[in-house]
């Protein structure tokens, strides 16, 4: 139960059409209707989920007092997918032919019959069906669900297409309404949509930032990983990133989001970039302050841009460590701070931790909404030729230097 201890990972979904807006007995009797309950006998037809509690994989305790919290439903989808190992279909089938090749009178000839094949490739299906039916063979894993039915959103794990897709059909089961992923480029349409900026998204290209490598054309990256994606405008995400760096290294870490206190950032310990124009790979950079490195700033000014960075946020009263990437605005590896006084119960643990979840959420958004205010607002251009500058600037600097050896990592593909 990740959210409630340990790390947190997650990604942004919005709820759309008709879905409750409250937390109410209602939702917690839709969630009890809905329970996980896997196929007790025979071979399902595909993944099957449902909902539990949200504490552990079997936890059906489904009540308003354990999984509400200040506007917040905590809860877990449970999905369970049957994977026979292809060496056993394949150790049955064998089993069952030579079983067949056995009893062949003698003098018949070796090789066994189209016939007799598809009968052994039958009985050694029936043979893992069996087994499926008495409970081998299923995987079973809990996915937390973090649902806040007033603001629409929900946060939660769900990245892969074959955890995704069940928990949509899921919802929209159990509440009517609909998930959609909220990657950096949705979100900023959401926070546009209504400022009368609609146009100026769709006609947002990625920003000429840093030289071409070799071999690429001067002017706007193709920025592969967006642009072949479901959401062409992912790459505002990684200029985010790049934002970010540069606000840590020249504004000294602190930004003002429009509505909140000033939150302060620092890049730490791993460090992300992939080539915007898809012809020199990536490059990992793992350890301290990565960003000061010297090969981070050459691939930087060669044509890659972050995609990860390990991030550091603080808000003035609390202090946050997780690893963002930019495109997809996924969140994984999130360190809570301790709490100033220990929970007296196992609820008010909860709360505390949930509270901190969503006040990072918080903080994080506003520093979104800080940088897509400032991208399309009419000083961009001179903005993009500082951070421009500055990278040359840095650069110069790094390429004067031998890159040191270092006990940390860096890796480039």
Not at 62 to 67: A, K, L, P, T, V
């Amino acid at each position: 139960m990740p959210f409630l201890n340990g790390t947190v990972t997650y990604a942004r979904f919005a709820v759309t059409g008709d879905a409750p807006t409250r937390i109410d007995q209602t939702v917690i009797d839709a969630f009890a209707a809905n329970p996980a309950r896997p196929t007790p006998v025979g071979v399902p037809p595909g993944p099957e989920a449902g909902w539990t509690a949200g504490h552990h994989i079997l936890d059906e305790n489904f009540s308003i007092e354990r999984m509400a919290f200040e506007g917040w439903v905590h809860a877990g989808m449970r999905l369970d997918v049957v994977r026979v190992p292809p060496e056993v279909r394949r150790a049955y089938v064998a089993i069952a032919e030579q079983a067949r090749s056995a009893a062949m009178e003698e003098g018949a000839p070796g090789w066994l019959s189209r016939t007799a094949r598809r009968e052994a490739r039958a009985e050694a299906q029936r043979q893992w069906e069996e087994e499926v039916g008495q409970g081998r063979y299923r995987s079973s894993k809990l996915v937390p669900f973090l649902w806040n039915p007033a603001k629409r959103i929900v946060l939660t794990p769900a990245t892969s297409d074959a955890v995704l897709a069940p928990m949509r059909d899921l919802f929209t089961a159990t509440f009517g309404g609909r998930l959609e992923p909220r990657s950096s480029g949705s979100l900023a349409l959401d926070m546009i949509a209504s400022q009368g900026l609609l146009s100026s998204f769709e006609d947002a290209r990625p920003d000429s930032i840093g030289r071409a490598p070799a071999g690429g054309q001067e002017g706007h990256p193709e920025v592969p990983w967006a642009s072949g994606g479901p959401e062409p405008k992912d790459f505002l995400g990684n200029v985010f990133l790049l934002w970010l760096w540069w606000r840590f290294e020249t504004g000294e870490g602190l930004i003002d989001p429009p509505n909140g206190r000033p939150i302060g950032i620092t890049i730490d310990r791993s460090l992300e970039s992939e080539c915007a124009w898809g012809l020199n790979g990536r490059q990992t950079l793992t350890g301290e302050g990565p960003t000061s490195w010297a090969e981070s700033r050459i691939a930087v000014a060669n044509g890659k841009w972050p995609r990860r960075i390990g991030l550091l946020v603080s808000d003035g009263e609390y202090d946050w460590a997780c690893t963002l990437q930019g495109d997809r605005f996924t969140v994984s590896g999130l360190r809570l701070p301790r709490a100033e006084a220990p929970a007296a119960t196992p609820a008010e643990a909860a709360l505390q931790r949930i509270d901190s979840i969503a006040s990072f959420d918080q903080a994080l958004l506003g520093l979104y909404q800080t940088f897509i205010t400032e991208r399309f607002a009419p000083n961009w251009p001179t903005v993009r030729g500082q951070i421009g500058d500055w990278l040359n600037a840095r650069t110069r600097e790094a390429v004067a230097v031998e890159p040191k050896v270092r006990s940390e990592t860096a890796t480039e593909v």
